[in-house]
């Protein structure tokens, strides 16, 4: 059974920093064969790409709105992809997902194959 685990969620001031864990366990592949991403789902708005990291952690690709502040990174040992979110804004404020996809990466929702339940992240100003 295939689990995607998101969490280090929670509530911050603007400007602070949080970091997301999203661990993945019972894929048919190794973990180092999926590209993993971040997205993002604000109430009353589409679910958005934030970043991606290809399978071996060798290129990563952000949205424009986090780039500068947000970084991916992941351990295959362990299974687990990070995101590191600094300077918050309230605008980021939004649910946060943790997909997997076999392969390249991609920056559309609809080509990842596994996700999360996701994680919550609110910014106060």
């Known amino acids: 059974q295939v689990q995607v685990v998101e969490s280090g969620g929670g509530s911050v001031q603007a400007g602070g920093s949080l970091r997301l864990s999203c661990a993945a366990s019972?894929?048919?592949?190794?973990?180092?064969?999926?590209?993993m991403g971040w997205f993002r789902q604000a109430p009353g708005k589409e679910r958005e790409f934030v970043g991606a990291i290809s399978s071996r952690g060798m290129a990563t690709y952000y949205a424009d709105s986090v780039k500068g502040r947000f970084t991916i990174s992941r351990d295959n040992a362990k299974s687990t992809v990070y995101l590191q979110m600094n300077s918050l804004k309230p605008e980021d404020t939004a649910l946060y997902y943790c997909a997997a996809r076999l392969t390249s990466v991609s920056r559309n929702a609809y080509d990842y194959n596994y996700w999360g339940q996701g994680t919550q992240v609110t910014v106060s100003s």
């Open positions: 019972g894929l048919p592949f190794a973990f180092s064969s999926y590209a």
